[in-house]
Nanobody, 124 residues
Framework: QVQLVESGGGSVQAGGSLRLSCAAS????????MGWFRQAPGKEREVVGG??????TSYADFVKGRFTISKDNANTLYLQMSNLKSEDTAMYYC???????????????????WGQGTQVTVSS
């Protein structure tokens, strides 16, 4: 079993920044595929980006140049968000699965483990 706990969400004005963290514990190692998803009210959960098992990092087009994903040696996943927009308002979730080659194109159903989510609210 793998446990994921997100933190760092909050309210910020448009143009501001936030850094989300996802602390992983349990049976997880550096080969695990880890990513960030988000879900706005009334919308489907969508992939933001993540780090594949082979190490490549990928991002959805709508966050490229504004968000940066990284991971430390303790398998804590980070999402640095800059130049936030009102449309970035959503619940942000961390997800993990034992292996993948690329995050983009994967959906909610592809991931085995999820955190409880952390709310990000951007006001204009």
């Amino acid at each position: 079993q793998v446990q994921l706990v997100e933190s760092g969400g909050g309210s910020v004005q448009a143009g501001g920044s936030l850094r989300l963290s996802c602390a992983a514990s349990g049976y997880i190692d550096s080969r695990y595929c880890m990513g960030w998803f988000r879900q706005a009210p009334g919308k489907e959960r969508e992939v933001v980006g993540g780090i594949a098992s082979v190490g490549g990092t990928s991002y959805a087009d709508f966050v490229k140049g504004r968000f940066t994903i990284s991971k430390d040696n303790a398998n804590t996943l980070y999402l640095q968000m800059s130049n936030l927009k009102s449309e970035d308002t959503a619940m942000y979730y961390c997800a993990a699965r034992p292996w993948c080659t690329v995050i983009l194109g994967m959906t909610r159903a592809d991931f085995s483990y999820w955190g409880q989510g952390t709310q990000v609210t951007v006001s204009s």
